[in-house]
């Protein structure tokens, strides 16, 4: 059964930081092009990061250059986003994606607020 389980969120004071994680199972993560997204009520699905199979390769969206960074473990099939310098803008549920060729997964999400 294919598994994408996020945790790390929570709320954090603008300036301040978090360390999302997603435990992957059920296929081969190491082979997989991995994103995070995420989402506002009301407003469509962004990709945040993206990161190759490997590792070596990030790519980012404008408004977290330079303050947000992907990683990945392939020998522990674990994907991170380490968000630094956190605004209330950033404020959204924040989603792993998994894709292969026409195979994609998602996993269910996790709430990040940033406010004071």
């Known amino acids: 059964q294919v598994q994408l389980v996020e945790s790390g969120g929570g709320l954090v004071q603008p300036g301040g930081s978090l360390r999302l994680s997603c435990a992957a199972s059920?296929?081969?993560?190491?082979?997989?092009?991995m994103t995070w997204y995420r989402q506002v009520p009301g407003k469509e699905r962004e990709s945040v990061a993206t990161?190759?199979?490997?590792?070596?390769?990030?790519i980012y969206a404008n408004s977290v250059k330079g303050r947000f960074t992907i990683s990945r473990d392939n020998a522990k099939n674990t994907l991170y986003l380490q968000m630094n310098s956190l605004k209330p803008e950033d404020t959204a549920v924040y989603y792993c994606?998994?894709?292969?060729?026409?195979?994609?997964?998602w996993g269910q999400g996790t709430q990040v607020t940033v406010s004071s």
């Open positions: 994606n998994a894709q292969s060729g026409f195979v994609e997964y």
């Open positions: 059920g296929f081969t993560f190491g082979t997989y092009t």
């Open positions: 990161i190759t199979k490997t590792g070596g390769t990030a």
